[in-house]
């Protein structure tokens, strides 16, 4: 274990559903991020937060809105998905210090299929 | 941008073995950092090794060690004596020194085989 625990650990749902990814940090770090990991692909960074403020946001869909309302939490918000959005959802936590090496504690991800 | 690339889909190493995993990257940045992580089975991606560009010795962490080549932007990691519970993906990942927080350029990993 990382300390990073991720609900649920799979996920079915059709284009018009909605559902929510949650994450939880036990690390006491200051930053968030969610990645998108698809097969044969890089992973993809989605969002980050950093002391709760959302600092980067990269070009991700509007159906994908994420909620970060304390250090230790982290929420992604899904509704009317595509099934090309069915991935692998991490989420990461670490302490931002700004120097850059810091290390990134992953939790085991959402396996997310949109039929 | 910077670009990760991996250019070994698929590896593998028998037990007690060494095997080395390639990376390249793109940039026109001097200072950056380097990493490799580990994804086994269970999904959890873990840090094994780091490298920071403005420092000349290659990294190592008991077991595995890193070749980084700058000028060439090269960073292969070396696993020896390997063993079973090395059998996981592997991803090189980039992070630019400028920009604050932890936002890595991961490649399209590489998968280790490790047999008995």
């Known amino acids: 274990e990382t300390g990073v625990t991720q609900t649920p650990r799979h996920l079915v749902m059709g284009m018009t559903n909605k559902k929510s990814l949650k994450c939880e940090q036990h690390?006491?770090?200051?930053?968030m991020y969610w990645y998108k990991q698809s097969a044969k692909k890089p992973l993809e960074l989605m969002f980050v937060?950093?002391?709760?403020?959302?600092?980067e946001n990269n070009s991700v869909p509007s159906r994908f809105s994420p909620e970060c309302p304390n250090s230790s939490h982290l929420f992604l918000h899904l509704h009317t998905l595509q099934p090309e959005d069915s991935a692998l959802y991490l989420c990461?936590?670490?302490?931002?210090?700004?120097?850059?090496?810091?290390?990134?504690?992953f939790g085991s991800g959402t396996q997310l299929s949109v039929l | 941008a910077q670009t990760v690339t991996q250019s070994q889909p698929e590896m593998s190493v028998q037990e007690a073995e060494t095997v080395t995993l390639s990376c390249t990257y793109d940039t026109s940045e001097s200072d950056y950092y380097l990493f490799w992580y580990k994804q086994p089975p269970s999904r959890q991606m873990i840090l094994v090794i780091r490298q920071e560009a403005y420092k000349q010795q290659n990294a190592t962490e008991n077991r595995f060690s890193v070749n980084f080549q700058k000028a060439a932007k090269s960073f292969s990691l070396k696993i020896s004596d390997s063993q079973l519970g090395d059998a996981a993906m592997y991803f090189c990942?980039?992070?630019?020194?400028?920009?604050?927080?932890?936002?890595?350029?991961f490649g399209e990993g590489t998968q280790l085989t490790v047999n008995p």
């Open positions: 690390l006491g770090h200051n930053a």
């Open positions: 990461a936590s670490s302490q931002d210090r700004g120097q850059g090496n810091e290390k990134l504690f």
């Open positions: 990942a980039y992070r630019s020194r400028e920009t604050s927080g932890s936002r890595l350029t």
């Open positions: 937060y950093s002391l709760e403020e959302r600092v």
